[in-house]
């Protein structure tokens, strides 16, 4: 339990030649009150998404105007029209208000994730298969996952896999935005290459590489990757008995289907920063000591793709995985809390110690939590070091 959670706070104990990060959070970013005395939060890392809340609010961008501005307008009233306009802000609510709202009630119908047979394939064997430690291979040696994720949740499914053998070819679009940081500590294990599928030879790139894919794993937000023609049904028809794994904010049913979301505005929208505070005994909402949402829903993910796996080798077919950060989260809170779990203290990097390794990389000296499942025979590891995105060819490796 305690190496899990290490896991779940990964980015947090990461240091780069003996260097800590930054912030990792935008100085506006965060929780704001509006007229009605309620709050919202707003997610601004990304400057597209900053630049689309300024210009909503007709504001300078400092969190002086921000908050003058929002006081114009009413909580839930600025929550529907920032959504609308490209932001990315959720409305704070109690757990009671979430599970009676109609997203909380359409999710409640789902299961924690999905697998679903989403088209016919002949079973495709594993290989090297999971016996084959005498000869190096790991449990998903042979395995190729391609990875069009960003941000934590889905780049932890890719992480996860590499970490048990998985060939894992991250692609990432070269006019979208990332945290550096987040590259370095999810990136372990990983190759990263370009494809930009707003082009005819990026779309064509991807396909090449879905041929010979056994996992496609993509985060975009529900519908971004069906218009460019790689919907998973598309996937599923240019490569019959593949995994493809979609991981969204709210789910695929429900009034929030389609918003965009990071693990802070869910944590916001369903009620984990108001319990929290609450139980703290705080003055306001407190965010959870981990990116929990964000880790729990990648190793879900990663999970799912393998149970997928294993059952196109049995008996055929191509499959859909879904995962939602919100789905984990009435999960999560489902499980109930521990006693007294508020009083355990924040772990340093000298708590961690014995639970870090080192490696070299593209950026420097990694220290970093290593993965937490320990196997006797196929023991989990990372065999290539964190790349620099888009520093490797659209292309797989041969299988080993």
């Not at 109690?94 to 088209?119: D, V």
Request: proline letters at 6%; one cysteine or more; glycine letters at 8%.
């Amino acid at each position: 339990m305690r190496a899990a959670a290490l896991e779940f706070r990964s980015e947090r104990y990461l240091r780069v030649d003996g260097k800590a990060p930054g912030s990792l959070w935008d100085p506006i970013a965060g929780l704001y009150r509006t007229s009605d005395g309620r709050m919202v939060r707003l997610h601004t890392n990304f400057a597209h998404h900053r630049a689309a809340a300024v210009s909503l609010l007709a504001s300078e961008d400092t969190r002086e105007s921000l908050q003058a501005a929002l006081e114009r307008w009413n909580a839930e009233a600025f929550e529907s029209a920032a959504n609308d306009a490209g932001c990315v802000v959720s409305m704070l609510r109690s757990a009671a208000e979430w599970s009676a709202h109609p997203q909380a009630q359409a999710i409640a119908r789902l299961p924690t994730f999905e697998i679903e047979r989403i088209g016919d394939a002949k079973p495709r064997p594993l290989e090297p298969g999971p016996m084959a430690a005498e000869s190096g291979a790991r449990p998903l040696s042979g395995l190729r996952v391609l990875d069009l994720t960003r941000v934590v949740a889905g780049p932890v499914c890719g992480r996860t896999l590499a970490a048990h053998g998985a060939d894992v070819l991250r692609v990432a679009s070269p006019s979208l935005p990332f945290i550096e940081w987040l590259v370095i500590d999810t990136g372990r294990g990983k190759r990263s290459a370009f494809a930009d599928l707003g082009t005819a030879d990026g779309r064509a790139t991807l396909t090449r590489l879905i041929e010979q894919a056994d996992v496609f794993v993509q985060g975009y937000r529900p519908g971004a990757l069906a218009r460019l023609g790689f919907a998973p049904e598309d996937v599923a028809r240019i490569r019959p008995g593949i995994v493809c794994v979609s991981l969204s904010a709210y789910s695929h049913l429900g009034p929030f289907a389609r918003r965009r979301g990071f693990d802070s505005l869910v944590q916001t929208a369903t009620g984990f920063n108001h319990e929290e505070g609450r139980a703290a005994g705080s003055d306001g909402p407190k965010e959870l000591p981990a990116q929990a949402l964000d880790h729990a829903s990648g190793q879900l993910m990663a999970f799912a793709a393998i149970a997928a796996r294993v059952r196109q080798a049995r008996e055929g077919g191509s499959f859909r995985v879904r995962v939602s950060l919100a789905q984990t989260g009435r999960w999560l809170w489902n499980l109930g809390r521990v006693d007294g779990g508020l009083a355990c203290p924040d772990p340093t990097l000298a708590d961690v110690a014995d639970w870090l390794e080192e490696s070299d990389s593209a950026f420097g000296r990694l220290r970093a939590v290593r993965h937490a499942a320990e196997l006797s025979e196929t023991p989990a590891r990372y065999a290539l070091p964190a790349a620099r995105i888009g520093s490797h060819e659209p292309r797989w490796e041969d299988r080993t």
